[in-house]
Structures are given as structure tokens and as C-alpha cells.
T-cell receptor, first 113, second 110 residues
Framework: DTAVSQTPKYLVTQMGNDKSIKCEQN?????MYWYKQDSKKFLKIMFS???????INETVPNRFSPKSPDKAHLNLHINSLELGDSAVYFC????????????FGPGTRLLVL | AQSVTQLDSQVPVFEEAPVELRCNYS??????LFWYVQYPNQGLQLLLK??????LVKGINGFEAEFNKSQTSFHLRKPSVHISDTAEYFC????????FGAGTRLTVKP
């Protein structure tokens, strides 16, 4: 069984569209994250949720909205997509302590045309 | 806030040679240190981490890292690399959040 899964794996869409990426973890972790990896491989945290509550909300456009229906799921909805949103988005999970190992999903490759 | 600098963006090395990937960090508080590896088209996975105690940390796949508080470094080493070690390696530091370095691309040549 995949520990952290993301769907879809690839997403190609037009500017201005709205899209969602889904993430599920079966590790029983309380904390989930969204990261953005740009074309130069730079990885930056976007959001962190602990037991369905938003903990970290880095400076990202408010077009990005995370939603956590339960502690095993953290979805990312993006409104009015822009060219600069093209990147790989990773979901991760861990127990709620910064010394804990984070487990990453396989990534969703988003291309905005 | 804490930050991480990976000093080499690319490291080419021949198979069975030793390798060192360099990482320096900056923080005003105590931090935890991590090395993650990303194989092509995959997510990141943990190689090793330093929380406290012994400054030499051993990880998976024969990798080890040494925490040096005075030099604020956490360099990753392997005495003999394999082709399969070709990947992107990320140093990370955490305190109140997680910060990753820009990554080092390790390419192992036959």
C-alpha cells in the first residue's frame, strides 16, 4: 500500500482554470503538508495542517486554498491558474513534531499553458 | 528564521569513489537536521537525521553525516558510491518549520 498518495500525477491545463490536487496518507499521521518544487528543484513549504487545523500558511497567493476533510486527507485547490503556478506539488505527512520524518507523496506535475 | 545552504549544485563522481555533499545552516535556535534524497520522478525520502547526541549519524544506503555545531555544518558522506546513488540530495533544517536547501545533483558515472 502506498503511504502517501496524490492524484493526479500529471495535470496540464489552461491559464485561468481552477484545478484540485488530492492527497491521502494511510500512516495515521496527524500532520500534513503541501510543498511546491520549482523548475530549479527548489522546495518550499506552502501549508501545514495538524489534525485538520491550519498551522502554517506561508506567503502564497490566496488563489491557493487547502482543505482537510479529515486528518488523512489534505487537498489543494487552485483558482485562476497562472503560468507561474507550473511546478511539481508534493504532499507530505508526519507526526506533529518538527523532529519527525516527513513522508512524501510522488508529486503532481502541473503545467499551465 | 533558519536557513540552509548547499554549497554544490552539482557533484559528478565516478562509481566506487567517495563523495561528500556539503550543507551549512544558519539559525538562532536549536535545530534538527535532515538529509533527504529524491530519485528521478519520485518524492523525497529520508536518508538520515540528527536530533541530538552523537554527532555522527548513519543512514540508509551506506550514507552518513556529521553534525558540526561550531561550523554550523551537516555534510553528507559515502565512502563508495554506486550508479544507483544518482539523485538529487536535499539538506533540511527544522525548528518552527522546515526549510530545505536548493539541492545537490549527484551524478555517478561508470
Amino acid at each position: 500500500d502506498t503511504a502517501v498518495s496524490q492524484t493526479p500525477k500529471y495535470l496540464v491545463t489552461q491559464m485561468g482554470n481552477d484545478k484540485s490536487i488530492k492527497c491521502e496518507q494511510n500512516l495515521g499521521h496527524d500532520t500534513m503538508y503541501w510543498y511546491k518544487q520549482d523548475s530549479k528543484k527548489f522546495l518550499k513549504i506552502m501549508f501545514s495542517y495538524n489534525n485538520k487545523e491550519l498551522i502554517i500558511n506561508e506567503t502564497v497567493p490566496n488563489r491557493f486554498s487547502p482543505k482537510s476533510p479529515d486528518k488523512a486527507h489534505l487537498n489543494l485547490h487552485i483558482n485562476s491558474l497562472e503560468l507561474g503556478d507550473s511546478a511539481v506539488y508534493f504532499c507530505a505527512s508526519s507526526q506533529p513534531d518538527w523532529q519527525e520524518t516527513q513522508y512524501f507523496g510522488p508529486g503532481t506535475r502541473l503545467l499551465v499553458l | 528564521a533558519q536557513s540552509v545552504t548547499q554549497l554544490d549544485s552539482q557533484v559528478p563522481v565516478f562509481e566506487e569513489a567517495p563523495v561528500e555533499l556539503r550543507c551549512n545552516y544558519s539559525s538562532s535556535v536549536s535545530v534538527y537536521l535532515f538529509w533527504y534524497v529524491q530519485y528521478p520522478n519520485q518524492g523525497l525520502q529520508l536518508l538520515l537525521k540528527y536530533l541530538s547526541g552523537s554527532t555522527l549519524v548513519k543512514g540508509i544506503n551506506g550514507f552518513e553525516a556529521e553534525f558540526n555545531k561550531s561550523q554550523t555544518s551537516f555534510h553528507l558522506r559515502k565512502p563508495s558510491v554506486h550508479i544507483s546513488d544518482t539523485a538529487e540530495y536535499f539538506c533540511a533544517v527544522s525548528a518552527y518549520d522546515m526549510r530545505f536547501g536548493a539541492g545537490t545533483r549527484l551524478t555517478v558515472k561508470p
